[in-house]
């Protein structure tokens, strides 16, 4: 794994990334651990304290109130690198459910698959998952192709490496591919052909009567269950005009 932003500034306060996500404190003198984070010195005015970081041993002031509260576990430096999440502290399994074999992330989301904040950058949960599988980094142009057909799976069981073009390749024979477009020269089906349609031949003839007997466009759109404009459209034959 690459140098993340994590160790880096695990390196900025002294600790080793391992010691400092397992929360490890360190004492001014002998370096031991122990079990408080902040250590208070000193009064001073109002509800402020002097007090040292139990990870690094700067001194700061801080309210007494976030110390007992909890509130404040450390400086920020340490607060700060000790929540950046790496490739290998990610908790997915956290963000998860079991639905038949697959394992649904319940998480972010963009373009239908999982996401998740990695050393502050969002990255693809099912690629993360593939290379804790592989133990390495995925390289520029290898994928985690899903077997279940599942974009939101990440059980490691159901995920592969592949190339784009082998992707490309399993979607089409499950018959998953995007249909191809209609020719130019091929014309939209109309009337009753269209799939979309919500008249027939016969409510047509029906609403353009019952305009001519006097009933309101709306009331006509209405009773059809469509837009006023469309039945405006049918009265004026500019749609529909084939029908007689």
């Known amino acids: 794994m690459t140098s993340s932003l994590a160790e880096k500034m695990a390196a900025r306060v002294g600790l080793s990334l391992a010691d400092l996500q397992a929360g490890a404190l360190v004492t001014e003198s002998s ?22 970081c139990g990870w690094c041993g700067v001194e700061k002031k801080v309210l007494r109130r976030n ?6 576990r450390g400086c ?19 963000q998860t459910r079991l639905q038949g074999e697959c394992l649904i992330w319940t998480g972010g989301q963009k373009e239908g698959y999982g996401v998740i904040c990695v050393d502050r950058k969002r990255v693809l949960v099912h690629r993360l998952v593939l290379e804790r599988k592989l133990g390495r980094d995925l390289q520029p142009g290898e994928c985690a192709c899903h077997s279940c057909d599942t974009p939101l799976c990440v059980n490691p069981e159901h995920l592969w490496l592949g190339t784009h073009q082998e992707n490309m390749d399993d ?10 477009p209609r020719p130019k020269n091929e014309q939209m089906p109309r009337g009753e052909r269209n799939n979309k349609a919500k ?11 019952l ?8 009331a006509l759109a209405r009773r059809y ?12 034959r500019k749609h529909w005009a084939h029908v007689s």
């Open 67 to 72: 110390i007992e509260r909890g509130l404040s």
């Open 31 to 52: 370096g031991s651990t122990m079990d408080t984070t902040w250590t208070i010195l000193t009064q001073l005015s109002g509800h402020y304290v002097l007090a040292r």
């Open 211 to 218: 305009f001519l007997k006097g009933w309101a466009c709306s």
């Open 199 to 209: 008249l027939t031949e016969e409510k047509v003839r029906e609403l353009r009567q």
């Open 76 to 94: 920020r430096k340490c607060s700060d690198a000790r929540r950046v999440k790496t490739k290998d502290t990610a908790n997915v399994e956290r």
């Open 171 to 180: 979607r089409e024979r499950k018959g998953r591919g995007v249909p191809p």
């Open 225 to 236: 269950g469509i837009s006023y404009p469309a039945a405006k459209d049918v009265i004026d």
